[in-house]
């Protein structure tokens, strides 16, 4: 039978604010174990909870740059459960009425189409305390376990999408959409090896053209974008085979094991009423009126969209390629600076970066950060390419060397003494040379094989180990068989 996969993605965002979600304590990542608490977030009885008005400006940004409803009234409440990360016993969150609701988002498929996203809800939460497993990685084979409650009351925002995800392709492109929008909108790093973004999957199948949903299943412990998207398409295909056995899938929570490369069965899958979900006392409810909304709006930093329309706009790049410089805002920003810099046509800019870099990103698995590329060095090497300094060939080498070292394109060409051959004494020997070395060749395409001229054009490459400039060659090699 055809299965279609319906996946829904809840995301946990850290918002970018100085202070906790309740208290005054500093949310600086990396500090030293339970040195940034007070009664508040360690949850002494009588503490009282005072809201963070940065926390709430940056959910009303996120709610803006998601397409969403800015609720003129919406609720904290209690969820209630136990955890020795949790000092309170329950965490304050929001329940029936978020803060935000109803967006969408747009994402872009491999085949170049784009897809409407759902986004049911973002709501503002506190983040729980960290425990530290001492001995072994997870809590099984630890001696002890520390608590750290720096994180405790960190502001979070849950965005929590509509089931509209069919593939784990899609799941990733949306994820990698969500994080670029939060890093535009400058609401979160979106950092996952911070733990800065997290993500839980819910997954389901459904014989293809059905409209009822399947039992759907939680995803938990994915630790980096890579992880999404691998753990769904293991927790599809388990699911898949499950029913082709006969078996039939419960609803859980599951945890994927990055090393044993599956999904494990962790708990029954709670429902809401488990949490005990009841208005927070200690707080009023949240009230935005129109005026706070438009100032939110106009402090709105460029996002994508406005990005992708500049693009067309102003250096008549394609919208396929605007929509492909946005997805990462570092890459967008490193765009732009270039631009800034190049006098030349920018679409050579876009070319390099979408293919090459973006190549050489995806086969190393990094972020244009973790390389040493910079933008003037791009620009650098395009100048030299203008002026005939290096073939272009000679280029694609050079670009993955800067993305490795850093170093200036002009420094790694002296050194390394890739500079094109444009000396057309010197290439008329080399051509010679190789003429005489391939007579039957010479005769078969003075014969009238014209398509050998290819062929001589290669060996000539091959002699000058890629720097030899093609146009030169290539006149040299009219004039020389034309003999
Ligand atoms: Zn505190």
Same mark, same amino acid.
């Given at each position: 039978?055809?299965?279609?996969?319906?996946?829904?993605?809840?995301?946990?965002?850290?918002?970018?604010?100085?202070?906790?979600?309740?208290?005054?304590?500093?949310?600086?990542?990396?500090?030293?174990?339970?040195?940034?608490?007070?009664?508040?977030?360690?949850?002494?009885?009588?503490?009282?909870?005072?809201?963070?008005?940065?926390?709430?400006?940056?959910? *009303?940004?996120?709610?803006?740059?998601?397409?969403?409803? *800015?609720?003129?009234?919406?609720?904290? $409440?209690?969820?209630?459960?136990?955890?020795?990360?949790?000092?309170?016993?329950?965490?304050?969150?929001?329940?029936?009425?978020?803060?935000?609701?109803?967006?969408?988002?747009?994402?872009?498929?491999?085949?170049?189409?784009?897809?409407?996203?759902?986004?049911?809800?973002?709501?503002?939460?506190?983040?729980?305390?960290?425990?530290?497993?001492?001995?072994?990685?997870?809590?099984?084979?630890?001696?002890?376990?520390?608590?750290?409650?720096?994180?405790?009351?960190?502001?979070?925002?849950?965005?929590?999408?509509?089931?509209?995800?069919?593939?784990?392709?899609?799941?990733?492109?949306?994820?990698?959409?969500?994080?670029?929008?939060?890093?535009?909108?400058?609401?979160?790093?979106?950092?996952?090896?911070?733990?800065?973004?997290?993500?839980?999957?819910?997954?389901?199948?459904?014989?293809?053209?059905?409209?009822?949903?399947?039992?759907?299943?939680?995803?938990?412990?994915?630790?980096?974008?890579?992880?999404?998207?691998?753990?769904?398409?293991?927790?599809?295909?388990?699911?898949?085979?499950?029913?082709?056995?006969?078996?039939?899938?419960?609803?859980?929570?599951?945890?994927?094991?990055?090393?044993?490369?599956?999904?494990?069965?962790?708990?029954?899958?709670?429902?809401?009423?488990?949490?005990?979900?009841?208005?927070?006392?200690?707080?009023?409810?949240?009230?935005?009126?129109?005026?706070? *909304?438009?100032?939110?709006?106009?402090?709105?930093?460029?996002?994508?969209?406005?990005?992708?329309?500049?693009?067309?706009? #102003?250096?008549?790049?394609?919208?396929?390629?605007?929509?492909?410089?946005?997805?990462?805002?570092?890459?967008?920003?490193?765009?732009?600076?270039?631009?800034?810099?190049?006098?030349?046509?920018?679409?050579?800019?876009?070319?390099?970066?979408?293919?090459?870099?973006?190549?050489?990103?995806?086969? #190393?698995?990094?972020?244009?950060?973790?390389?040493?590329?910079?933008?003037?060095?791009?620009?650098?090497?395009?100048?030299?390419?203008?002026?005939?300094?290096?073939?272009?060939?000679?280029?694609?080498?050079? *670009?993955?060397?800067?993305?490795?070292?850093?170093?200036?394109?002009?420094?790694?060409?002296? $050194?390394?003494?890739?500079?094109?051959?444009?000396?057309?004494?010197?290439?008329?020997?080399?051509?010679?040379?190789?003429?005489?070395?391939?007579?039957?060749?010479?005769?078969?395409?003075?014969?009238?094989?014209?398509?050998?001229?290819?062929?001589?054009?290669?060996?000539?490459?091959?002699?000058?180990?890629?720097?030899?400039?093609?146009?030169?060659?290539?006149?040299?090699?009219?004039?020389?068989? $034309?003999?």
């Amino acid at each position: 039978m055809e299965y279609e996969a319906v996946i829904g993605l809840e995301i946990h965002t850290h918002l970018k604010t100085r202070s906790k979600m309740f208290c005054a304590c500093s949310t600086e990542f990396g500090k030293p174990p339970n040195s940034n608490i007070c009664p508040v977030c360690t949850g002494q009885p009588g503490a009282l909870p005072v809201l963070n008005k940065e926390a709430v400006n940056l959910a *009303i940004r996120c709610g803006l740059a998601l397409n969403c409803t *800015i609720n003129k009234k919406s609720v904290f $409440a209690r969820k209630n459960y136990f955890y020795p990360d949790l000092p309170k016993g329950y965490q304050i969150s929001q329940f029936d009425l978020p803060v935000t609701s109803a967006g969408f988002v747009t994402i872009l498929l491999s085949d170049g189409t784009e897809k409407r996203i759902g986004i049911t809800r973002a709501h503002l939460e506190e983040d729980a305390g960290k425990l530290v497993h001492q001995g072994a990685e997870g809590i099984e084979g630890a001696t002890a376990s520390h608590v750290d409650l720096n994180r405790s009351s960190v502001p979070l925002l849950e965005i929590v999408s509509e089931p509209d995800l069919r593939s784990a392709e899609e799941a990733r492109a949306y994820l990698d959409k969500i994080k670029a929008i939060l890093q535009y909108a400058g609401v979160s790093d979106a950092n996952m090896e911070e733990g800065k973004l997290r993500c839980d999957a819910n997954v389901s199948i459904r014989p293809a053209g059905q409209p009822e949903f399947g039992v759907k299943t939680e995803i938990k412990n994915m630790n980096s974008f890579r992880a999404v998207e691998r753990a769904i398409r293991l927790e599809i295909e388990r699911q898949k085979q499950a029913l082709a056995a006969g078996q039939k899938i419960i609803q859980e929570t599951r945890s994927y094991d990055e090393a044993a490369g599956r999904t494990v069965s962790m708990r029954s899958k709670e429902e809401s009423h488990d949490y005990r979900y009841f208005p927070e006392p200690d707080l009023l409810p949240l009230l935005i009126d129109e005026q706070w *909304i438009a100032q939110v709006r106009a402090e709105l930093p460029e996002l994508a969209e406005q990005r992708i329309k500049r693009y067309q706009e #102003e250096y008549g790049i394609s919208a396929y390629d605007a929509r492909v410089l946005t997805l990462d805002k570092a890459v967008s920003d490193f765009f732009d600076t270039a631009a800034r810099l190049y006098t030349g046509d920018k679409k050579a800019i876009v070319n390099w970066l979408t293919t090459d870099v973006l190549g050489y990103l995806k086969t #190393e698995n990094l972020e244009l950060g973790q390389t040493k590329l910079q933008p003037a060095n791009l620009v650098e090497m395009l100048g030299l390419i203008d002026n005939k300094t290096i073939s272009g060939k000679i280029a694609k080498e050079l *670009i993955v060397k800067m993305l490795q070292t850093g170093e200036p394109a002009r420094k790694l060409v002296e $050194a390394s003494g890739l500079q094109q051959i444009t000396d057309a004494g010197a290439l008329q020997s080399i051509i010679q040379e190789i003429l005489n070395a391939n007579p039957k060749q010479l005769e078969q395409y003075r014969a009238g094989k014209a398509a050998l001229k290819g062929f001589f054009v290669g060996e000539t490459m091959k002699k000058t180990r890629g720097k030899a400039s093609p146009q030169v060659v290539n006149q040299l090699l009219d004039k020389l068989l $034309a003999d």
